[in-house]
């Protein structure tokens, strides 16, 4: 039997998924190894290989959500780069855009930036905006700057950015030239590749980002390779983008900006495919890991995104306002909010007495509490244990034993007695606290952009997802929840779904009214020939291969654009003008009919078609793994009101199609799923537990 493995990376624990063609799961969780994650993958891999006989030869397909990326840009752990750039443009990454994401915060400092000013150089060129050359490039200077980059100490990637380089990227190719004759192996990153799209700051910054991180990305994926061969691995590693689809290893490795947030993407293309499966159109989706809770929505089966990302901003709560606390890449992405509430966020008291929950978090080194690694300030985790929301003994299948009196003695003495609260109290304070952080997430995907979020069902995942929702659910009036399968696991098991896809986009700026449709359409042909090529080399044959067009519209005048499919045809500017103001006003109020539309980009989406469906028609749960003892029961705390309770606990077997109502405790290898009293559950297709509230 042949399996195809998803593997993603947390920032406690790492995911490890199998599954084969008829819907079988094997599942491994096991915790983070930040001194080198491909460690903990070639970990995890080989323990479900002991555990159930495998060997290398069966595995088809590796598919990966990655931090690495990320963790390079927040930790500040990329190569040193320089960055070569038109003369007079230098200060452009510095200057940025004229946004603050606190607009009332004095104390607010723009990030130190990716590139020293030092390593800035210029070049004496000029491109106009329509690619015409109006300043030749000074060879003689050129040939100098790049010996002075080349010298510069420990440099190991170089960004080129000319000014109007997305119109005509020549001059930035011959800089490239240069560097080659003089350096083979040192990475060079042009805008003109790896954004060909008009605004400098956006352009030079995201290209920056992409050669900051390119060497250490490159280096991991390398590592995992081997680590995976070593393991009889000769399968494809493909990678998850932010965007939603899947890519091969020597493209992430040349564009690592498209891997910036592939595993909360994950999480919401699995999402997606379970109300497909459901039969329902829309969701929320909520995602609660060690470190962080994130939230999306799916509106028509489908979800949203977004045009850029700021890295290391600080958490995301989606505003469209509030940005520039970060690096800015103009990549797309699956719009996801974020707030720093997981398992492990640390609870504090701030300096007016107040319980706080995050953003630190234990992460998975030392970890919660009662994980006995040598922390000792209490965390969600260890006021879930003492609540008897998650047992003792039963973390991970019972391979993870946790402390309780360790737990107990930090939420005493650091919440409960300085609040003057019994330690049932200040466990359930802290609990109350987490959730109105995480709703914090679910108000930004939903009620900010005047969404319903009653009108909703929310689908919960994520080690710590399923044993708030509840309470989360009922503080938002929320009536259903779905938790999918093997949901402690589940954005690896996401990771499975997704199809291959390569984004391409390029600058064509005009009026609506005066497109030419035989240029745009030599456009699209071009990005198309590109796409081919891409899929081509990741084995996908020409008649496998699908494209997706796409413009981004705005009013003239407007600073941001939204993206529409495009179709030719003799009426198509009357289409996009209609579908463009619907856009307009669904996203933000208000259309104006009298005011001129402009496209600004063309995008293309490039989609490997696989021979058969990515997804099994049913789904096969992981045996073997120790669950909740048959008739077993737990004390557990549902507020004042009622108090402790006697509360069965039961496998997710044990939940047929009929109701069952709570107190309920369902506890599984990979998470655990609270049902309080006024809530009930039964089990649907493809093994989904649907929860719902009494009387709705």
Known sequence: MKYRIGVDIGGTFTDVVFLAENGLTLTAKLPSTPDDYSRGIADGVAAIFRDHGLKGEQVSEVLHGTTIATNAILEKKGVRTALITTDGFADVLEIRRLRMPLLYDLAWRKPATLVDRAHRFEVPERIDHQGAIERPLDEGHAARIVDRALAVDGIEAIAICLLNAYANGAHERRLRALIRERNADIAVCLSSEVLPEIKEYERTSTTVVNAYIQPVVAGYLSALEGRLRDLGIAAPILVMQSNGGAMGVAAASARPIHIIESGPAAGVVGAAEIIHRLGHADALTFDMGGTTAKASIIEGGGFNRVGALDVGGGINLSGRLLTGGGYHVRVPAIDIAEVGAGGGSLLVLDAGGGLKVGPQSAGADPGPVCYDLGNDTPTVTDANVLLGYISPSHLVGGELKLNYDKAAAAVNDRLAV?????????????????NATMARALRAVSSDRGRDPREFSLIAFGGSGSVHAASLCASLDIHQIIVPPVSGVFSALGLLFPATEHHYVQTHKRALTALDLA?????????????????????????????GRFVDMRYAGENSELTLPFEAGPEVAAELRGAFDRAHERAYGYCSQEEIVEVVNIRLIATGLS?????????EPPGGRPIASENAQRRAYFGRDPGWLETPVVGRQAIGPGETEGPLIIEEYDCTTVVPPGWRVRRDDWEVLVITATGS
Do not use: D
């Open 611 to 619: 021979e058969t469906s990515r997804v099994p028609a049913q789904l």
């Open 418 to 434: 300085p609040l003057g609260l019994s330690i049932e109290a200040a466990a359930h304070g802290a609990h109350i606290v987490a």
């Open 519 to 547: 240029e745009i359409e030599n456009l699209f042909r071009t990005c198309e020939r590109e796409g081919s090529a891409a899929l081509g080399s990741e084995g996908y044959a020409a008649g496998r291969v699908a494209f």
